[in-house]
């Protein structure tokens, strides 16, 4: 099915005066201009996420407006301004100085979306130590690996999480020198010590010590789709990348209400979540609660959010329950949608201007990439199932590898290949902890090669294909499994599919569909036939899937993305793999 581009008035950017201007900046971009819009470390003294972030807005006019507001999951909320934050993460930042805790240092959390992590996130950045988030659902051995992967020096977490992930393996993390519980009220041990206590103990008033753009401020794991998580690593420079699309592709301007629902767990959730919104000095949203389609639209609505970042699994989760949220609640404020993490079906995008009466902006990036590198900003006509373009400062490509063990950039439109990018965007990955010999193997012919497969249009944008790992190859066609994923979710009574090839011995490998249909469709085989002619009838009899399977919940991750490998791994009998980051309930 064609779905034809959304247009924006080509006025937009001039009647909506931004930080940086876009059209003149697209074609003389420097990073060194957008460097000259950070405030710098006092005395010429660098360059911290924490202190553009925070500090600069704290001692100026903005001091007193509201920075992050917190939504407990009892209903309960707690609001922090600028100069709250910053005299917070003063205090984390001295306790960490205190407790000999240094520059390069890992600072790991464990723990909910809970305010604490957030005050040691930028208290963090202000020691120059290394932030290192862990999400709250991670069992004990996944916990017990990454902190000892991250050589973490320090956790922050609850009693809880304590007990029954980190204390039987305690003695096998050498380098783990001091816990900080933030609910007990006093020290437990010498090495076992109670967050609030510290907290008050330390000092509102820290002086930020020198620090380079190149200095490690993020480790983060990534999303374990593919594979065993590997820990890239983030600098402080980063921050060009989080200020510019949060100007670009958020829209950020001041007054605005953003919300991002990802947790800091994963990347979205430290660069979005955290750093680029109090980037640019307005006022951050953060709900401890999971997804619930009625909460979440309350607080869409009752936080007047004007713009929302989140992820294709929370939208398929309400176009699954056939509401329409622009009709029961008064969303008059939401200005811009955001979808990062999966593909995004044009239907999605389709669906959000119907229901929520506006159409959700699709962008690429990833853990390694730090921020977001390709979009559909709001100042261009969005092409539903596209990405986007990439940003200025950006350069992408499609290229292929040669026999030599080069790449070649394809420069034929609609073709399929490896999507790559141009080393030197500041907010790049600095490397995989600890595997030296995988950073390198990213970097080919002058290209980060994304792992990623994607096609350009005759328009510049790019349209993802799926993952390298997951491309089908079936009757002598290469078959990207997102395409047959979109329109099998066209059909009315499906609510999402994963899609992987099953090998064969005829064809290479068999297209085959994993199916979660929508509340009140039964599965059966007249609806398994059903569903393969209308992927047929779109696709053709050698894309359309040959075996579809219906299964009432799909495998994802905790950053809610489909596991096609676990999908392809239990289809084949194959070892499951690396589940650190499965998702319980699948
Ligand atoms: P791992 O690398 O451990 O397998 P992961 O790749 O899922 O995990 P992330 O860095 O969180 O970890 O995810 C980035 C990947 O998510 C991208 O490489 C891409 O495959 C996918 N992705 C992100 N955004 C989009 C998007 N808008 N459209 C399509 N795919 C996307
Ligand atoms: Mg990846």
Not at 6 to 34: G, M
Not at 331 to 348: C, D, F, M, Y
Not at 513 to 528: H, N, T, W, Y
């Amino acid at each position: 099915m064609h779905w034809a581009p959304i247009r924006k008035k080509a006025e937009w950017w001039t009647t909506r005066p931004n930080l940086l201007n876009y059209q003149q900046t697209v074609a003389s971009f420097s990073w060194d201009d957008v460097r000259r819009h950070c405030a710098g470390l006092p005395g010429g003294k660098g360059l911290n996420i924490a202190h553009e972030a925070v500090d600069r807005h704290a001692t100026g006019p903005m001091g007193s407006s509201l920075a992050l507001r917190w939504l407990g999951r009892d209903g309960t909320s707690r609001d922090f301004t600028y100069d709250n934050l910053r005299e917070q993460s003063n205090r984390f930042a001295n306790l960490l100085a205190n407790l000999g805790i240094g520059k390069g240092d890992t600072v790991a959390v464990l723990a909910d979306r809970i305010p604490d992590i957030y005050i040691a996130a930028l208290g963090t950045f202000k020691n120059t130590s290394v932030f290192c988030p862990l999400f709250a659902a991670f069992g004990p051995e996944p916990v017990f690996q990454r902190l000892l992967r991250g050589d973490a020096r320090l956790l922050v977490t609850t009693e809880r999480q304590y007990r029954q992930k980190v204390s039987s393996l305690r003695t096998l993390l050498p380098k783990l020198q001091v816990v900080l519980l933030v609910d007990v009220g006093d020290h437990l041990a010498d090495d076992l010590l109670s967050l609030p206590r510290l907290m008050a103990e330390s000092s509102t008033t820290f002086s930020i010590p020198p620090t380079s753009p190149e200095d490690v401020a993020v480790l983060h794991f990534t999303s374990g789709t593919t594979g065993m998580p590997k820990g890239a690593i983030h600098v402080h420079n980063a921050l060009l990348v989080h200020y510019v699309t949060g100007a670009y592709v958020l829209d950020f301007h001041p007054g605005d209400v953003f919300w991002c629902t990802a947790d800091p767990g994963w990347v979205t959730g430290t660069s979005y979540g955290i750093i680029a919104p109090l980037l640019h000095g307005i006022t951050n949203i953060v709900d401890e609660a999971d997804f619930d389609a009625v909460r979440w639209c309350e607080n869409l609505q009752n936080q007047k959010v004007s713009v929302w970042y989140t992820a294709p699994t929370a939208i398929r989760r309400l176009m699954r329950l056939g509401i329409a949220p622009a009709k029961d609640y008064d969303l008059s404020r939401l200005r811009v949608i955001h979808s990062v993490g999966e593909p995004l079906n044009p239907e999605a995008v389709v669906w959000g201007q119907e229901a929520l009466g506006l159409p959700i902006h699709d962008n690429w990036w990833q853990t390694e990439t730090g921020g977001i590198m390709i979009a559909n900003y709001p100042g261009m006509d969005i092409k539903p199932g596209s990405m986007g373009r990439p940003l200025p400062g950006i350069e992408a490509a499609i290229v292929r590898r040669t026999d030599q063990g080069f790449v070649e950039v394809i420069e034929e439109l609609d073709l399929q290949g490896d999507l790559a990018l141009k080393p030197g965007w500041p907010s790049m990955f600095r490397g995989y902890l600890h595997d030296e010999e995988r950073y390198r193997k990213c970097f080919v012919g002058g290209w980060y090669l994304t792992g990623d497969l994607a096609r350009r249009d005759g328009d510049g944008y790019f349209w993802f294909v799926g993952r390298a790992d997951d491309i089908i190859k079936t009757s002598g066609h290469m078959v990207g499994p997102f395409e047959v994923e979109s329109t099998l979710m066209e059909h009315p009574a499906v609510a999402e599919a994963g899609v992987i090839g099953k090998p064969d011995p005829l064809i290479g490998e068999l297209v085959k569909a994993f199916v979660s249909l929508k509340p009140g469709r039964q599965p059966s085989d007249e609806m398994r036939l059903e569903l393969i002619g209308f992927a047929r009838k779109r696709l053709g009899s050698a894309v359309a899937p040959k075996e579809i399977e219906f299964h009432q919940n799909l495998p994802k991750n905790k950053a809610g993305k489909i596991m096609r490998r676990l999908l392809r791994a239990r289809e084949l009998g194959l070892p499951e793999g690396d589940l650190s980051t499965l998702e319980d309930s699948s």
